[in-house]
């Protein structure tokens, strides 16, 4: 590790922490509803982190939890279907349908480039008490919405609070809110959010990786699912039902 890539790392880091404190994110101390922006100093190659990166708080069931070497708690959190214009098709081919959530400096670091970096120095919480043992717990998760510019998933990085149960919907930094619902209902308005420009939206049946169209009476009408883009649904190789 030379001393100018340090300097540059440490540059980058210092930069996204000014750019997240000026824009309308609300920063506070980890309170749900608020993100916290000193978070951002102890998340790993920041850089690779892009997007607007609104502050928003989403509930979801957990699917997956890895405790990372460099020290994160990554959650793979099974969102309800009004929420699914959160992910994109690496969220669904590659993260099952999850969208990612990782909190920053929980567990041990021993991968030996963060313990160069000194990622994890000084880190004094938030500290969440979260373990495989929360696998089928409703959370409801507050922290920056970004894309990931390595893996291509969508994902919220640095998480600023956790708490167990349903918080009744998400909030953005603005203080709009979209209402949850059961994700077996037909939510029209849910699809409207996404912006496919001429392309259609679909339906994607998670459990057969069939997508129905628009007009089809499974719609939004199934157990398990998320609305997207056709040509997202088809580059994340589900099939069209045909009906």
Request: net charge negative.
């Amino acid at each position: 590790m030379t001393a100018i890539y340090r300097v540059t790392f440490l540059a980058v880091v210092a930069t996204l922490a000014v750019l997240y404190s000026a824009s309308s994110v609300k920063a506070a101390n980890g309170g749900a509803g608020t993100c916290n922006a000193s978070l951002w100093q102890f998340v790993y190659h920041a850089y690779r982190l892009t997007g607007t990166r609104p502050c928003i708080t989403v509930t979801g069931v957990v699917d997956t939890f890895k405790a990372e070497p460099d020290g994160d708690f990554h959650l793979g959190l099974r969102l309800q279907a009004s929420n699914s214009n959160l992910l994109n098709s690496q969220n669904v081919g590659v993260q099952h349908g999850d969208l990612v959530v990782e909190a920053v400096c929980q567990g041990n670091v021993t991968q030996q480039d963060v313990i160069d970096l000194r990622t994890c120095n000084g880190y004094t919480g938030p500290h969440f008490q979260l373990s495989s043992r929360n696998k089928g717990q409703t959370v409801t998760v507050t922290g920056t919405f970004v894309s990931d510019g390595i893996h291509g998933w969508n994902e919220i990085h640095p998480v600023s609070s956790v708490q167990l149960g349903a918080s009744g919907g998400m909030e953005t930094s603005s203080g709009a809110t979209s209402s949850t619902a059961s994700e077996s209902s037909n939510d029209d308005a849910s699809a409207a959010k996404i912006d496919c420009g001429n392309d259609t939206i679909v339906w994607v049946n998670t459990r057969t990786k069939l997508y129905h169209r628009q007009g089809s009476r499974w719609f939004g009408h199934t157990s398990q699912g998320i609305y997207m883009c056709k040509h997202d649904a088809d580059n994340a190789g589900y099939q069209d039902a045909g009906e």
